[in-house]
């Protein structure tokens, strides 16, 4: 094995990527046919088989089945509505206003299912039909719906921080949701003047002011949803739950909060845990396949020769890093966030270590670049289910998405080369 098997290994999957075979199939049989290249067919499909039970052995996965589940529930629970009904309060009446409410809905939502998918179709469903009502372009709609769900992947709770510390050895999960609160902000704050300036360019009309009592009846519906994110959060910064256990107890609010909504029956529930079953499968398939892989590009030292071949080339560690960021977008556009987390995070971390970055900081980097290809084709999942919810094409929404993608990357610059925005919170709470 050596060059020969890397060279089979990217080939494979290339070939398989290129004839449309589902990212996890992809995965599994290019680690197979690397494998193959040394040890005879049965040895390599048991090696394989090992490699993927052992990736999900960890307690810690646990979590995601359990986050995905109550992002269903809130997602069929009249949680996103409530939200988008505070944002109205605190947002509607200003210029561009409903595009305001679309990207704080999306991130509170996101924030609280940690998924943005979820977000997209939720929120997506509730505000399109709205905004083209107001007369708001709906290619507009759909573009602010889709940059503004990836936040949730930053602000916690989010599955794919919690994957990123299984791939990086285990930082912790507490600091990594604590440094994904201000970078999640900072985007949110960057979409919401970008389709303000532009909303306020085409002269979108202004929602009219909310009367106070309906205003203050909003608030309070809604800080049964808001409170979720202090339980979970709180919950584990005090030490009283673990990230797992903290999932479950999001499970359990959300179904009481679902039928205290009365959104939600007992007839509902089937449909619901059909639906996160199908869902969980298929994240833990790509988190298998991607352990095996990660396993054989450990097996072969690719992380370490492509440390030693980054610092041996570029001095500079700003180049290194920018090197580091153009690859993760790359990568973005094409592989799912969970397999590139678990692929790319064991090559690309030691040489953080070597630059001196603080491994949380470098989960919130690569998490961010990771998150920007959901929104570019030809993978992009947010922008499929963007596309679909607000039923415009995908070639149409490319162009009013193109300001608010820029945002997104000088955001993803700052908050590369500022790191402080990331550790700010981890280190006052002494993570």
Not at 377 to 406: D, H, Q, R
Request: charge should be neutral; hydrophobic fraction near 60%; charged fraction near 10%.
């Amino acid at each position: 094995m050596g060059v020969e098997s890397v060279l089979v290994l990217i080939l494979v999957f290339v070939v398989l990527l290129s004839l449309r075979v589902p990212i996890a199939f992809s995965i599994g049989l290019a680690t197979l046919a690397t494998i193959l290249i040394s040890v005879d067919s049965l040895p390599a499909i048991t090696t394989l088989a090992q490699r993927m039970a052992t990736g999900l052995d960890s307690f810690t996965l646990l979590a995601i089945p359990f986050f995905i589940l109550a992002g269903q529930l809130m997602n069929q629970g009249g949680i996103a509505k409530k939200l988008i009904d505070f944002a109205k309060v605190l947002v509607g009446t200003l210029p561009g206003g409903l595009a305001y409410v679309n990207v704080i809905a999306a991130m509170l939502f996101g924030a609280i299912s940690g998924s943005a998918v979820a977000a997209a179709s939720a929120i997506g469903g509730i505000m399109d039909p709205q905004m083209k009502k107001e007369g708001y372009d709906p290619e507009f709609g759909a573009a602010i719906n889709i940059t503004s769900s990836t936040t949730g992947l930053l602000i916690p709770p989010s599955n794919v921080l919690i994957v990123y510390s299984l791939a990086s050895g285990g930082v912790s999960i507490a600091a990594l949701f604590l440094a994904g609160y201000l970078p999640g902000i900072i985007v949110g704050l960057g979409l919401m003047i970008t389709s303000g300036y532009i909303a306020f360019r085409k002269k979108y009309k202004v929602a009219t002011r909310v009367p106070l009592k309906t205003a203050l009846f909003r608030f309070f519906d809604a800080i049964p949803s808001l409170f979720l994110i202090f339980v979970v959060i709180g919950g584990i910064i005090g030490g009283i739950f673990t990230a797992t256990e903290a999932a479950a107890v999001a499970v359990l609010y959300a179904l009481v909060l679902s039928f205290i909504y009365k959104e939600i029956t007992i007839k509902n529930i089937p449909d619901i845990l059909l639906e996160a079953a199908k869902t969980t499968a298929i994240v833990m398939l790509l988190i298998a396949t991607s352990v095996a892989m990660s396993w054989v590009l450990s097996f072969e030292n690719i992380p370490q020769a492509i440390s030693e071949g980054l610092l041996s080339m570029v001095e500079s560690g700003v180049a290194i890093l920018l090197i580091m960021n153009l690859i993760l977008l790359f990568i973005g556009a094409f592989i799912d966030i969970t397999p590139a987390i678990l692929i790319f995070t064991p090559i690309f971390l030691p040489v953080a270590m070597e630059l001196g970055i603080d491994p949380v900081h470098f989960g919130i980097i690569i998490v961010f670049n990771l998150t920007v290809g959901l929104c570019t084709p030809p993978v992009g999942t947010v922008l499929f289910v963007g596309c679909s919810v607000a039923n415009v094409p995908i070639t149409k929404v490319i162009k009013p998405m193109l300001p608010l993608f820029i945002v997104m990357i000088l955001s993803l610059l700052l908050i590369t080369f500022v790191p402080e925005i990331s550790l700010f919170l981890p280190g006052l709470f002494g993570y």
